[in-house]
């Protein structure tokens, strides 16, 4: 069939326009081109595919990271209790500073610091007697926990008094220490406060943690010896 005005071909459904190319005619389909519904189904249906396993990704990467946060911040409180406990396992027998003849007091503990007579390092090799104590200081709504060092001036009387303080760690944490009574009881007795002339039989230590909610907690049992 060839149109009014323009000339095209019809052969049986299609029908092609001439279009000169280059000086010969060519046709080209006079439908327009596109995509099938079909493509467009399959190709959304990739597209919802990749996405889920994009997010998927995604929350696993997040969990990961999560996890990883949590174990360091469990790591590091459980060295900060190590550290402390191994400490106290090394006290000494000795009367603290502030205490003579008959108040001989090896140990002074509250519920949230303690204080005791132990051989700390000075040097790389040198290890002296000082004064320890592990307490908690709280200052614009946040808990220190501080580490402080002092001369113990019975043995060292030619030293000067020093004292050094350190902070151990700077977050929302708490602290707190029991003592043993060392009763032969099958079950042992706990107390908060220890200032009796000679040690107790171990000491519990429990230090918490809270970051972004979650709460981390390590414990100790020392074991004190004569």
């Known amino acids: 069939m060839i149109s009014k005005g323009k000339a095209s071909i019809c052969t049986g459904r299609k029908q092609w326009w001439p279009q000169k190319q280059g000086g010969r005619h060519t046709f080209r389909h006079a439908a327009n081109s596109g995509f099938t519904l079909v493509e467009m189904l399959v190709a959304l249906l990739l597209t919802a595919m990749m996405s889920a396993l994009m997010i998927g990704g995604i929350r696993q990467i997040h969990a990961f990271t999560q996890l990883e ?3 360091a911040a469990q790591a590091e409180l459980d060295a900060v209790a190590d550290h402390m406990a191994s400490e106290l396992a090394s006290a000494l027998p000795l009367p603290l500073g502030d205490h003579d003849g008959d ?3 090896p140990m002074i503990g509250k519920a949230d610091s303690v204080r ?3 051989a700390v390092r000075t040097g790389l ?3 002296a007697l000082r004064e320890v104590s592990y307490s908690i200081q709280r200052k614009d709504n946040k808990t220190i ?3 402080e060092i002092k001369t113990y ?3 060292e009387s030619s030293i000067s008094p020093y004292a050094v303080l350190d902070e151990i760690y700077t977050g929302n944490m708490s602290l707190s220490y029991a003592f ?3 009763n032969s009881d099958a079950k042992t007795s706990w107390v908060d406060v220890w200032s009796s002339s000679h040690f107790p039989q171990s000491v519990r230590l429990k230090v918490s943690l809270i970051v972004r909610g979650v709460e981390f907690l390590s414990e100790r049992t020392i074991s004190i010896s004569e």
């Open 125 to 127: 090799s040198d290890k």
């Open 180 to 182: 043993s009574e060392g």
């Open 103 to 105: 108040g001989f007091v």
């Open 145 to 147: 926990l501080l580490r």
């Open 153 to 155: 001036s019975r043995f």
């Open 69 to 71: 946060k949590r174990q």
């Open 116 to 118: 005791f007579i132990a």
